[in-house]
């Protein structure tokens, strides 16, 4: 997948994309990510990337013709083209999948108060939010959904993990998880998971990420109720437990 990253601050992105899983699937050319310095396409002698906006009001709002130069230097138009922005529609897991199926998006990221307006409408871009809270720029929330969406191309997890069934149960939260060693400052691991039945072990797993999903998330724990589920009889009883359990 190529991710074209349009910023004002490439060097944010090194450290993030460079490391661990993400440099890794770089390394092996699974992941392409081309950093592109908005403000090389500025036509000012200053390099100049923003302006105050048209109305008044505080801060900045970045140029149109910069930003309309990075897109024509990677032939911008008919690829999907994504604005990081608080504004946007809040992007969940399965926006961030059909994201990731896209073998070549572009993301651009804001600064200040924001773009100027005509970049939006003329390259037809979708605004996207990771969350209700305002960042100082685009370029984390870029970083979250890069990452996020990288987990879901072919190779970059390699082949013991796959994204699609992180959690155990999918549509809910993930279980509780231990390793070594079985007892630590006089706090034990579930006796459960230490005794090699795997059906037990999948029941305690099944019933601890229910509990965790109705206490934590009452969203996804009525939308699981909502589905149809395919559910063997041990797996009922549990359901049946943790629906009449009061929280
Ligand atoms: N830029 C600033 N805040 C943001 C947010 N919450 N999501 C996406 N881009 C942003």
Known sequence: MKINVLTLFPE?????????????AADN???????????????????KADDTPFGGGPGMVMLAEPIFGALESIGGRNKKVLYMSPRGKVIDQNKIEEIAEEEEITILCGHYEG?????????????VSIGDYILTGGELAAMVLIDAAARFIP????????????????????????????????????????????????????????MLTKERRPDLWQSYLDKEKELTKEEKKILEKVVANPL
């Not at 050319?29 to 390099?47: E, P, Q, T, V």
């Not at 773009?115 to 605004?127: A, C, G, K, L, S």
Request: charge should be negative; include cysteine.
């Open 155 to 210: 190779g970059v997890l390699g082949n013991l993990q796959s994204a699609a069934d992180e959690s155990v149960y999918s549509g809910l939260l993930e279980c509780d998880q231990y390793t070594k060693p079985r007892s630590f400052e006089g706090m034990d691991v579930p006796e459960v998971l230490t005794n090699g039945n795997h059906k037990l072990i999948h029941l305690w797993q099944y019933e601890n990420a229910l």
């Open 12 to 24: 944010m992105f090194r450290a993030v994309t460079g490391s661990s899983i993400m440099g890794r």
């Open 29 to 47: 050319g699974i992941l392409d990510i081309n950093l592109i310095n908005i403000r090389d396409f500025s036509k000012d002698k200053h390099n």
């Open 115 to 127: 773009v100027d307006q005509r970049v939006i409408d003329y390259w037809n871009m979708e605004e």
